[in-house]
């Protein structure tokens, strides 16, 4: 399972982006699915996830700025960020746990990872 992240740029603070996160290759099911993101010198950290069921979570600074979505049709998740702010800077990362099954018949859950996708905010 592969997951490929687009969307990110350079943005003057008060812009917005829209953050895709596509999963690929033979997936039976995909569940929950993540955002994080790592800013220079410090660990990543979560910035929101959403369950199958379309439930969110968000980090408290991004409450009432970002909102994630998601496609299950298209294995897909969206960050649309507004109202950015230059300590949004950082490299945003996909995450989804996802259930699929082996040639030998047997299913196989696990995590993928996206490549992460650079997004910068300017003063």
């Known amino acids: 399972v592969q997951l490929q992240a687009s969307g990110g740029g350079l943005v003057q603070a008060g812009g917005s982006l829209r953050l895709s996160c596509a999963a690929s290759g033979d997936v039976k099911s995909i569940n929950g699915m993540e955002w994080y993101r790592q800013a220079p010198g410090k660990q990543r950290e979560l910035v929101a996830t959403?369950?199958?069921?379309?439930?969110?979570n968000y980090e408290d600074s991004v409450k009432g700025r970002f909102t994630i979505s998601r496609d299950n049709a298209k294995n897909t998740v969206y960050l649309q960020m507004n109202s950015l702010k230059p300590e949004d800077t950082g490299v945003y990362y996909c995450a989804a746990d996802y259930t699929r099954l082996r040639e030998d018949s047997t299913y196989e859950v696990g995590r993928a990872w996206g490549q992460g996708t650079q997004v910068t905010v300017s003063s």
């Open positions: 959403i369950t199958r069921g379309h439930s969110t």
